[in-house]
């Protein structure tokens, strides 16, 4: 049977041809075939070439440096696979006997927050961005050490998160770095091949010390962060604190809220007790990370991590949600938290007032309305008695005439 008065057999080669590429087990054909399907497997490979590349984990490594007493060096905390980072924190280690920090400089993330502890041998940074950093290698901060005394320190990473810019968190891998300090001087060098100090004494000292000892036990003390529920009116503001309850030895933390950005928008992030906050807003995806850190704890019961200013978009229910939220003391650690509880925003749309529509009354018709006032007292009084006083006289003079006449008449002085 034909289609269109062309046999089923040529329609089926023809079919199988389709394309330059032959089935029917001619050698040309197979080798169409095995280019097909190679250039195929290309466009799976390069289709998946994103996610295979935004699945790869990112890697926080510290470089070795060596330099002199008193000299200084400038570490990079280097982020690999960097592309989808947004932002960051992390913690360094040191022996504060052989280098101490000095200042923390911005790398690829803008002005860090940060805190310097060269009593304790840390440093504390947190930075972010607005959007993903974009590189394959980014620095998240820079910081400054100067040389003690001769010797070898490790410069351990501890306590590292990064963000994505949807606030997405993630624990990456981590490598140490070290700083080699030459003795110039041909002092002593005191070193442990590790971030701390090999001195039994000052080790057993800080045993035996009651105020570090309370100083650890309250460090872990429970912790909750709240945020409460508000009310706004569209296109008008409210402010919503972040408050950390048992917050006594909390000097810094991080927190990511999300809002439906349909019925709110954050406008700004204000300062609360932990000093200026970084802050990545996004109210495209809906949430807003925060990142602050004190130089000391902040010595409050109830504290203030950071201030997020909303505006009313559209009348609405929304949830504010605190999520991958982390705490830490004075010493760069971490504080357990008991409980994160959001909270929520209402949108209302305002009641306006009824407009009030002005009436004209005509002017007849308002002097129709206008009482004639009531005369004075006595006014009809004094009328009525003039009235009957010329009355009274115009009778006495009418009788005067007629009498007048009638005696004239009579007299016969009047025909």
């Known amino acids: ?28 054909g197979r080798m169409n075939l095995r280019i097909a399907l190679v250039f ?22 510290i470089d070795s440096y060596t330099l002199d007493v008193n000299s200084n060096v400038t570490v990079s905390v280097v982020i690999t696979n960097a592309s989808a980072v947004a932002g960051g924190s992390v913690e360094i280690i040191f022996n504060p006997s052989i280098v101490n920090a000095e200042e923390v400089l911005p790398g690829d993330f803008g002005a860090p927050t940060s805190k310097i502890d060269n009593a304790n041998g840390s440093v504390h ?43 997405n968190t993630a624990i990456p891998e981590t490598a140490d770095g ?89 406008e700004e992030v204000l300062p609360g007790d932990f000093g200026t906050p970084i802050a990545n807003i996004n109210n495209d ?23 997020v200013g909303f505006k009313g978009v559209s009348k609405g229910i929304t949830s504010l949600d605190i999520q991958d939220a982390a705490l830490n003391d004075e010493h760069g650690n971490l504080i357990t938290l008991e ?19 002005p009436t004209s009354t005509p002017v007849a018709a308002a002097n129709e309305n206008i009482a004639t006032p009531p005369p004075a007292p006595g006014e009809h009084d004094s009328l009525f008695v003039i009235a009957i006083m010329v009355i009274v006289v115009c009778v006495a003079l009418a009788g005067g005439a007629i009498a007048l006449y009638r005696k004239r008449k009579k007299n016969g002085g009047i025909k």
Request: proline letters at 4%; one cysteine or more.
């Open 178 to 266: 070290e700083i080699d300090v030459s003795a110039s001087s041909g002092g002593d060098t005191d070193s442990d091949n590790g971030a701390g100090y090999t001195d039994s004494t000052t080790d057993a000292a800080d045993d035996d010390d009651p105020e570090k000892e309370e100083e650890k036990v309250f460090s872990n003390e429970p912790t909750a962060i709240n945020i409460g529920s508000y009310t706004v009116d569209e296109n008008t503001d409210v402010t919503v604190p972040v408050e950390i309850t048992h917050a006594s030895a909390v000097a810094g933390g991080s927190a990511n809220i999300t809002f439906n950005p349909l019925f709110v928008n954050v």
């Open 1 to 28: 049977m034909g289609i269109n008065g062309v046999s089923a057999k040529r329609f089926d080669q023809t079919f199988l041809k389709f394309g330059a590429i032959d089935f029917e087990g001619k050698r040309g």
């Open 285 to 307: 995806a809906g949430f807003v990370y925060i990142a602050c850190a004190s130089p000391t704890a902040v010595v409050k019961e109830t504290a203030i991590l950071a201030i």
């Open 125 to 167: 940074v947190a930075a972010s961005r607005v959007s993903a950093v974009g590189l394959d290698e980014a620095i998240l901060t820079n910081i400054s050490f100067v040389g003690v005394s001769g010797g070898y320190t490790g410069l351990n990473i501890e306590n590292a998160t990064l963000n994505s810019e949807d606030g």
């Open 40 to 61: 195929a497997l290309i466009s799976v490979i390069v289709a998946l070439a994103p996610a295979i590349a935004i699945a790869t984990s990112p890697i926080i490594s």
């Open 339 to 357: 409980t994160m509880s959001g909270g929520e925003i209402e949108v209302r749309t305002p009641i306006s007032p009824p407009a009030l529509t």
